[in-house]
């Protein structure tokens, strides 16, 4: 607990904090989105648009679940919900958006590339985990993290990554 009464506003983050980005979402983000990806691509032949609409409505919900939970959830108590602060609660869960759009532009671009289903999904699924790592790796250094705490970030990340990889294979055999 806090320690804060109800009619006692939370205290806003400072400026310095929040101009940092919160990178939290783009990493779920692109998780849940290969984990998308490795979902529809074990169900065998797709339409690629079916897929690309699948990665943005996916991600549409969980940051429509992540702002709801937000501003209902940890706020309803704390901090009256205006008009304000439901936008700025919307902003702050964007990256969660953001974090689906690279796979689907992937799976968008495929045929482009020459590449068939199987191929389609390889690169979405590359494209989600290699964000996946880049963004925990940016948070860290935003951050102010050590060298060696950006590695372990991006490591850590990787082998998340990695599993979803097993599950793809592990789904195909």
């Excluded at 702050?92 to 799976?107: D, G, H, K, S, Y």
């Amino acid at each position: 607990m806090t320690g804060q009464t109800p009619a006692e506003p939370r205290p806003a983050a400072p400026e310095a904090a929040s101009s940092r980005g919160d990178y939290t979402g783009a990493v779920y983000g692109s998780l849940l989105a290969a984990s998308v990806v490795v979902g529809a691509g074990s169900l065998g032949s797709f339409p690629r648009l079916q897929l690309v609409l699948l990665l943005l409505c996916t991600g549409v919900v969980f940051w429509a679940a992540h702002v709801f939970a937000r501003l209902f959830g940890e706020r309803i108590a704390y901090v009256s919900t205006s008009a304000h602060e439901i936008r700025r609660v919307c902003l702050a869960e964007r990256p969660i958006l953001e974090a689906a759009v690279p796979p689907a532009v992937a799976v968008a671009v495929s045929p482009l590339l020459g590449l068939g289903l199987e191929g389609t999904v390889w690169l979405a699924l590359c494209v989600a985990v290699a964000g996946q790592v880049g963004w925990a790796a940016v948070a860290a250094c935003r951050a102010g993290a050590s060298g060696r705490i950006v590695l372990a970030a991006g490591a850590a990340n990787l082998v998340l990554g990695l599993l979803i990889v097993a599950v793809k294979v592990a789904l195909k055999n």
